[in-house]
């Protein structure tokens, strides 16, 4: 089972898939507005992230960031998930 080093959280891949990317991030675009979006508040961090994904990637992504750890369970074809010093964030694309 492939599995990815993580802040407060863990990502788990099928072991019949083969993962040549990252398992916590598929989209280099959707890293960059990670990256560009990320501060030390979570929901200033969030709404960031959200309006800038929208903007730059032309859909509507979900968006969880956090001081603590947290738990989730999503199903998408583009995902990221980033942290820095201070929080986690992962966003993904919702379905159409």
């Known amino acids: 089972m492939a599995r990815a080093k993580t802040h407060g959280s863990k990502i788990f891949a099928a072991e019949s898939l083969q993962l040549e990317e990252d398992p916590t991030c598929n989209s280099k675009k959707l890293k960059r507005v990670l990256e560009e979006n990320m501060?030390?508040?979570?929901?200033?961090?969030?709404?960031?992230i959200s309006k800038a994904a929208e903007e730059k990637l032309f859909s509507k992504f979900g968006v969880i960031c956090?001081?603590?750890?947290?738990?989730?369970?999503?199903?998408?074809?583009?995902?990221?998930?980033?942290?820095?010093?201070?929080?986690?964030?992962?966003?993904f694309q919702q379905p159409s």
């Open 66 to 91: 956090s001081k603590e750890d947290f738990s989730y369970l999503v199903y998408s074809e583009k995902f990221c998930q980033m942290s820095n010093e201070q929080i986690t964030c992962y966003a």
């Open 39 to 48: 501060t030390s508040d979570p929901t200033e961090s969030k709404r960031a």
